[in-house]
Nanobody
């Protein structure tokens, strides 16, 4: 059974930092693009960041560009999201996702991802 498990969420003050982790199990994703999305109450799921299988190509949402960094460790079957200069509008549930096809691109489209984690809450206070 494939599982993606996020961790690292929590409550932080504006301007602070958090690092989210996503550990995959049940299959290897070392040849697959992975991404992070978020969803705030009453809003649609929003693309945050994505990374291709090698880490050589990344993609960021406009609202997080320059503040967030996505990375991965294929040996640990994991992907990370380092978040700096957090703002109250970054408050959301953050989801990790993975594509099933090998060597796929770091897509911004949620429908291109086949596996999803259960999410981790990030709350930024002003």
């Amino acid at each position: 059974q494939v599982q993606l498990v996020e961790s690292g969420g929590g409550l932080v003050q504006a301007g602070g930092s958090l690092r989210l982790s996503c550990a995959a199990s049940g299959r290897t994703f070392s040849r697959n693009a992975m991404g992070w999305f978020r969803q705030a109450p009453g809003k649609e799921r929003e693309f945050v960041a994505a990374i291709n299988w090698s880490g050589g190509s990344t993609n960021y949402g406009d609202s997080v560009k320059g503040r967030f960094t996505i990375s991965r460790d294929n040996a640990k079957n994991s992907v990370y999201l380092s978040m700096n200069s957090l703002k109250p509008e970054d408050t959301a549930v953050y989801y990790c996702a993975a594509r099933s096809f090998a060597y796929s691109s770091a897509s911004r489209v949620p429908g291109n991802y086949d596996y999803w984690g259960q999410g981790t809450q990030v709350t930024v206070s002003s």
